[in-house]
Each structure stands twice: as C-alpha cells, then as structure tokens.
T-cell receptor, first 115, second 111 residues
C-alpha cells in the first residue's frame, strides 16, 4: 500500500532536548512538507522540499531543521531553540507537478509533548 | 484578513440535516481542496476542484472561480461526519505547490 508514515504517534521529551520526527513516503512524490497544528488552530507550514537535497523555510521555521537526503524521507528536528514545541506535527507529500500534482497526501501525524 | 476564509467556524447539526460549509479566497488559484480531519488528527483529501462541481457519495463540492467562492455540502448528515473540514487553495503562479489553509469548520452531527 502506498502512503505516508510518521513515527512515533506520540512522543514525550524533556525541555532542552532535540527530537527528530520521522516522515517516510512510498508514493514516489517529489515534494514534501511539514506542518504544525496547535489546539483549535489551523495548519502552519514549517518547512517544505520540492526536490531531493533542497528545502525552503515555511512560515514558522525558527527552532526547526530538516534534511532531504532521499526522495522518500523528510525528517524534522525540533531543536531546543523552539520556544513552544508541544504540538501536533503533520507531514505531507505531493507529486509536485501540474494537475493532480497539487494534491497533498497527509501522514497520520505525531503528537509531541515537551515538559 | 486571511487569504482563505471559512464559515461557519463551528456547526452543530441533527442527523439527517443538509449541511453547507463555505470558503472564500482572495488569491488566484490553480486548485481548491477540501480536507477532512477526524478527531484522531489524520487528514484526508475529499476533493480537488478547479471548476464546476464534484460529487462523492453524500458529499458535493462546488466552486465559482469568478466569485472566488466554494461550498462543501453534506446531504443526509450522519454522526460519523463529525470532523473538522478544511478548505485549502493552491495559489496560482507561486512557483511552489504550497497550500494556503483556511482555519477550518468544526462540525458535530448529533444522533
């Protein structure tokens, strides 16, 4: 089955620790995205990548870092510099070309709690 | 003002009612998307529209490009339709495939 996997579903960390969230897709999509969602809020874009070895900051990139060494993988690191890291994190991918390429497919999300 | 506005923000309906959720946007778009987010958090794409109307089961989505407006209708609503419905647009000419999201409509259907 093609899709996007995120692991783990729930993650707990102590303040001051970096943590890496996994996102893998087997849809052969070129573009991948990371979003953050806070309770009762909309989705906000953290980083996106349109091609391997390239990525751009989204609207709220401060305190986060990413890498895109492989087409199928786009891990997100939440660093200790992120002031309010507790949130729900969603990864998505899209084919990255016109037509249905606009359509994003979402992973199940990781709920991160930092205390 | 947000580039994508949804209304209403919250909606409670009785089972069987006809439901309409509205989305207005202020940018030129290549496509408009309706997404569904269930309480567990996962997001599913319901429709991608660039013109006209699409239907899938009890769900109907329409778009008026001239008026920059889209509606999502749910016929014969059911408690399992309870979710957050999100409108998102793919802006034209942005050079990327990013979405601009609305803030969502929280729907609760009572049995």
């Amino acid at each position: 089955d093609g899709g996007i996997t995120q692991s783990p579903k729930y993650l707990f960390r102590k303040e001051g620790q970096n943590v890496t969230l996994s996102c893998e897709q087997n849809l052969n999509h070129d573009a991948m995205y990371w979003y953050r969602q806070d309770p009762g809020q909309g989705l906000r874009l953290i980083y996106y990548s349109q091609i391997v070895n390239d990525f751009q900051k989204g609207d709220i990139a401060e305190g986060y870092s990413v890498s895109r060494e492989k087409k199928e993988s786009f891990p997100l690191t939440v660093t200790s510099a992120q002031k309010n890291p507790t949130a729900f994190y969603l990864c998505a991918s899209s084919a990255g070309s016109s037509g249905r390429g606009y359509e994003q497919y979402f992973g199940p999300g990781t709920r991160l709690t930092v205390t | 003002k947000n580039e994508v506005e949804q209304s209403p923000q919250n909606l409670t309906a009785q089972e069987g009612e006809f439901i309409t959720i509205n989305c207005s946007y202020s940018v030129g778009i290549s496509a408009l998307h309706w997404l569904q987010q269930h309480p567990g958090g996962g997001i599913v794409s319901l429709f991608m529209l660039s013109s006209g109307k699409k239907k899938h089961g009890r769900l109907i989505a329409t778009i008026n490009i001239q008026e920059k407006h889209s509606s999502l209708h749910i016929t014969a609503s059911h408690p399992r339709d309870s979710a957050v419905y999100i409108c998102a647009v793919s802006p034209w000419g942005s050079g990327t495939y990013k979405y601009i999201f609305g803030t969502g409509t929280r729907l609760k259907v009572l049995a």
